[in-house]
């Protein structure tokens, strides 16, 4: 069997189980006692929360991380550099210039938001919610970046020809993400519910220029994950990245709300942020997008010699 049909059966097999396995993980989180105090108990209760969206997004990884082994054994991978990915001399630093870089632009642009009376602070803030968001941040950016840019990416690169593969990857990496968007009838879920989100998935879009936007700048995001994964031969560098994102949007949404009458008053330049607030919209996001890539540009300049030949 030729190794692109095995990868995706790969993917197709991870979708579908992931999605017929959701209720199930759902029903039996539900059945967890989340009485009482304590970490534990906490973490039971947040997770009885959540929306059975999520569920199947979260189904659909960790039944490819499952299935990860078989696959790589089957591609007769047996190394890190099968997938194009090297010891890395400097984890540390790419690591930290990956959030200084994620962090500083969009945390300028946040500011400039209340700056304009765009966002207004919360008059009582949840800090306790704070080192959630850096498990959030850490877990995601981990997880994402080891599937996206570590396994599919490297997958591409070995096996299929083409320069197109950064652009695939991001393709699927923003298509995914739309799984999380919230979907009608989820208090309902019985064992049919994944496969009915996914064909009703459509049904939870917003309209086209929003939709448009949130998948433009989770395409850009992607892109940008690729390249430096590209560039280093390693990870580190995308998943500090990655973390900046998203703990500078949650952090931005902890602290702030939306303080415009109408939420789409300001398009095209600023939008309501799509799937949980994690996806800003509008084309006020490029100037950030484009701080990082010329910090990111200058750092890679800075550490060319140290990329394996």
């Known amino acids: 069997m030729k190794p692109v049909i095995k990868i995706f059966l790969y993917l197709m097999t991870s979708l579908l189980v992931g999605v017929l396995l959701a209720p199930w993980f759902y029903k039996l989180v539900q059945l967890v006692p989340a009485k009482g105090e304590g970490i534990l108990a906490h973490a039971v209760a947040l997770l009885q929360q959540m929306p059975f969206h999520r569920y199947v997004s979260r189904s659909i990884q960790v039944v490819a991380l499952l299935l990860l082994w078989p696959t790589v054994r089957s591609l007769h991978l047996h190394r890190l550099s099968d997938l ?114 996914l064909r009703t998935w459509t049904t939870a879009l917003p309209l086209w220029p929003l939709a448009l936007g949130a998948f433009g700048s989770l395409f850009l995001i992607g892109v940008i994950l690729a390249w430096v994964t590209l560039k280093t031969y390693s990870l580190w560098l995308a998943i500090g990245l990655h973390a900046g994102w998203i703990f500078g949007e949650q952090f931005f949404n902890l602290i702030a709300h939306d303080g415009i009458s109408s939420s789409d008053s300001l398009f095209p330049w600023l ?15 490029l100037i950030p997008m484009g701080i990082t890539i010329l910090l990111l540009d200058a750092f890679l300049a800075r550490r060319r010699a140290l990329i394996p030949k």
């Open 84 to 197: 194009s990915l090297y010891p890395n001399a400097q984890p540390f630093l790419d690591c930290v210039w990956g959030l200084g870089a994620a962090l500083l632009p969009i945390g300028l642009l946040h500011l400039f938001f209340l700056w304009q009376g765009w966002y207004l602070f919360y008059s009582t803030i949840l800090w306790g919610s704070f080192f959630r968001l850096v498990g959030t941040a850490c877990v995601v950016s981990l997880f994402e970046e080891f599937f996206f840019r570590g396994l599919l990416l490297g997958l591409c690169r070995r096996f299929l020809k083409g320069k197109a593969n950064a652009i695939f990857t991001a393709l699927l990496f923003a298509s995914i993400h739309f799984l999380n968007l919230p979907h009608a009838g989820e208090n309902n879920v019985h064992w049919w519910s994944g496969f009915d989100l």
């Open 271 to 285: 939008g309501p942020s799509q799937i949980y607030g994690m996806v800003p919209i509008g084309l006020l996001f």
